[in-house]
């Protein structure tokens, strides 16, 4: 089974703080993911990663930046972080040729003041 | 709309009873998935199955594609069987491999 290793696990933030939330997996999978989840909302896709050097935007990706520079770690910024931004985050790796499995971290839950 | 729905929105059982999870979706899929969450935890992946019945000890998922439903079976289920069931299918739309989530069953097993 994968390994998807997320720090830090708990972080609280101030508003208009800079925010670097990290993931890394150990299982050589091309794509990455960030989630983040919230009461009424459920799981929602942010942003995620096909690959080393490449990002897309998710359903949600206001106010996000993502960064992968390699096929481990993956990152999600908040530049401006905003107390609307207060939530759990997860990060996922999952496969691609046919086998979409995804694998997810153990979440970082975010507060922003 | 949403393309996926899970129904019942929360459960109880007592102790060794059987329960029976649904989610239907409104789009053709490459994956589904089921997960199990406890209260703050994190998604714990409890099948793959993108059509077909598979089994893992005391649960059993079922996905019908030309039905467009997929169920997860809990069989004499156990007080830590409580948490959160999650479903979340991987749509045919040629827009990447993303899930989109349903919004979950919560179980609670009493003793």
């Known amino acids: 089974e994968a390994a998807v290793t997320q720090s830090p696990r708990n972080k609280v933030a101030v508003t208009g703080g800079k925010v670097t939330l990290s993931c890394n997996q150990t299982n050589n999978h091309n794509n990455m993911y960030w989630y983040r989840q919230d009461t009424g909302h459920g799981l929602r896709l942010i942003h995620y990663?096909?690959?080393?050097?490449?990002?897309e935007k998710g359903d949600i990706p206001d106010g996000y930046k993502a960064s992968r520079p390699s096929q481990e770690n993956f990152s999600l910024i908040l530049e401006l972080a905003t107390p609307s931004q207060t939530s759990v985050y997860f990060c996922a790796s999952g496969g691609d040729w046919g086998i979409y499995e995804q694998y997810f971290g153990p979440g970082t839950r975010l507060t922003v003041l | 709309g949403q393309q996926v729905q899970q129904s019942p929105a929360s459960l109880v059982l007592q102790e060794g009873e059987n329960a029976e999870l649904q989610c239907n979706f409104s789009?053709?899929?490459?994956?589904m998935q089921w997960f199990y969450q406890r209260p703050g935890g994190s998604l714990v992946s409890l099948f793959y199955?993108?059509?077909g019945t598979k089994h893992s000890g005391r649960l059993t998922s079922t996905t019908v594609i030309k039905e467009r439903r997929s169920s997860l079976h809990i069989s004499s289920s156990q007080t830590t069987d409580s948490g959160t069931y999650l479903c979340?299918?991987?749509?045919?739309?040629?827009?990447?491999?993303?899930?989109?989530f349903g919004g979950g069953t919560r179980l609670t097993v009493r003793p």
């Open positions: 990663s096909y690959g080393a050097g490449s990002t």
């Open positions: 199955n993108p059509s």
């Open positions: 979340a299918l991987d749509p045919n739309n040629n827009a990447g491999a993303k899930l989109t």
């Open positions: 789009t053709s899929l490459n994956s």
